[in-house]
């Protein structure tokens, strides 16, 4: 019974995993929240000084996590001030594979 307890609580541990990440993001709040307004409830945006603001994020999975990140890197400059371990993997695969895109 034990460990039938304790592979349902492993498994609901597993459901409700959250992955948060913090990014300076160099861009008014008008053009920030104009690009991430479609993450919907998984961000939230802080103003800061001039044309920076503090970008909080939460995705259930670390892809979805790296994702808004490359977004974000995409179209503004950014200081990832917290990422998960897991993501970095993600976002350097991102940036190298982003790196060899060409014109056709």
Do not use: C
């Amino acid at each position: 019974a034990e460990s039938a307890a304790a592979f349902v609580q492993g498994g609901l541990r597993s459901v409700s995993q959250e992955y948060l990440a913090t990014v300076v993001v160099h861009g008014s709040d008008d053009d920030v929240r104009s690009i991430i307004n479609w993450f919907g409830p998984h961000m939230t945006v802080e103003p800061l000084d001039g044309d920076r603001q503090e970008v909080s994020l939460k995705a259930e999975a670390v892809d979805w996590l790296a994702s808004m990140v490359a977004i974000l890197a995409t179209n503004f400059e950014i200081e990832v001030v917290d990422l998960p371990d897991e993501a970095w993997p993600l976002i350097e695969g991102a940036g190298s594979r982003l790196g060899q895109i060409r014109r056709s």
